[in-house]
């Protein structure tokens, strides 16, 4: 992955961000977090065919990957 796509998925994780309310914004360590799943994911489906444009193509993943991220940080 380049830094292109880096920066697309950070953009990307940036502007789901601002989609919450003020009480459920994620912090800077969450978007962090939401960024490297985001990334994970998008590598390991690679190996299948699978392109960041696919993703678009069935869910907004970039706010999923937030809401992964919160989720783990209200459960444990």
Request: avoid cysteine; charge should be negative; charged fraction near 30%.
């Amino acid at each position: 992955m380049d830094n292109s796509q880096l920066d697309d998925i950070a953009a990307r994780i940036a502007s789901a961000a601002k989609q919450f309310g003020p009480n459920y914004r994620p912090d800077a360590r969450q978007k962090a977090d939401a960024a490297s799943i985001l990334r994970d994911m998008i590598q390991a489906s690679e190996i299948h065919g699978v392109h960041f444009d696919d993703f678009d193509a069935v869910a907004d993943f970039p706010r999923l990957a937030i809401q992964l991220v919160q989720r783990r940080d209200t459960q444990h």
